[in-house]
């Protein structure tokens, strides 16, 4: 283990093995030689100059990469596509003149970084998955237990622990619906030439246009897309905007990731739930009884890493000059790679998170029966007002008597006795006995438990069946 130069977090904290290996040069640099293979195959099918012999040679080495001669031929040439062309021909000796024949350096930089965030994207859509498997779990065993719900930051109804999970889930859904769009648009750069025209192609195919055409499915479906799913037009390059649309979905789990994180980080300041706490764990070096919501606290810092990130590739595409200038590469190779090593890591905290949420029904009803009174009194209004009483008189009586006894909380550390306020006014007519028979939670939570049987029946059963769910996660820290 080197410690005296410089390592990414995320390739020794974060993200996991197999986002890292989308991301290595083993991938990148194999990609690059199953893409001269393919063109090459293409070639010789469509009667160029090139020997099905040469085709298996190429074949046979894509995993013989010798890195340390293509990187002393960089220094030499100045140039990584050639030296990698230079280092596959040493090992390919009767194929090293047909290598890249026809081509640009994009032809296997662009579309191998199309391939490698195809595959990124289908890995980030397994966790997803999977953590909206877990919060199906805990939303169905939590759908039944009243809690407080907030506006602003303050009580206002009852909701129970599982419906607000659906609204967790239901953000996740949106990003799931989001990737599958992006994933299912996805299209090669194919075979485009220098500024996009092709002309190197018409050359050699001697103006063929229809052999190019179909020289660029045939790479299309041996790289594992459909014939057609190749850009229709191009500069050098594919459009920046690509980029720039699949980090911002990686944003859109970032942000629902974050919302989850902080509402879990609040939750567990008040004592309702917790995420996982390890036996040995240690929540503070000074104060040894603390149970800091750790885990909650790096997903906010990864998802406000990734939200930020989204500038990046927006930037580069707009500031692409003509078909092509190269102020994108530099910028581009760190983004996109950083930007789904990061969502990577927030969903394998959000696997282990989701996975073992702990939550204490005492005391999410003690701080229910503390806020409640303040509740019911709309129905205590609505019940006087039938039995004759004046609803706006009746308000009035509930408004003076929530102040006094909100104070009684707030300025004194009393306990709330609103009922017992309610109960001694005449105005109201009712008895302690029958106040207390209202105060039942379950009274006041709406059609929650219908809300989240419905939701995971509809909208998430559909996405869980038959998906493939991720290995369960070791977290480095």
Known sequence: MSTNSYESPFCTRYASKEMQYLFSADKKFSTWRRLWVALARAEHELGLNVTAEQVAELEAHINDIDYEAAAKREKECRHDVMSHVYAYGLCCPNAKGIIHLGATSCYVGDNTDIIIMRDALKLVRTK???VLGNLA?????????PCLAYTHCQPAQLTTVGKRATLWMNELLMDLEELDFQLGRMKLLGSKGTTGTQASFMELFRGDGAKIRAMEQKIAVEMGFAADAVVPVSGQTYSRKVDAQVLNVLSGIAQSAMKFANDLRLLQSFKEMEEPFEAGQIGSSAMAYKRNPMRSERITALARYLITDTLNPAFTAGTQWFERTLDDSANKRIAVAEGFL????????????TSGMVVYPAVIRQRVMNELPFMATENVIMDAAAAGGDRQELHEHIRVHSMAAGAEVKQKGLKNDLCERIVNDPIFGVTAEELESRLDPANYTGRSVQQVEEFLAEFIQPVLSGAESAADVELTV
């Not at 990061?342 to 998170?353: E, G, H, Q, R, T």
């Open 137 to 145: 779990k805990f939303a169905d065993e939590w759908k039944a237990q």
């Open 128 to 130: 997803l998955v999977t």
């Open 342 to 353: 990061a969502a990577d890591a927030i969903l394998n905290i959000m696997m282990n998170v």
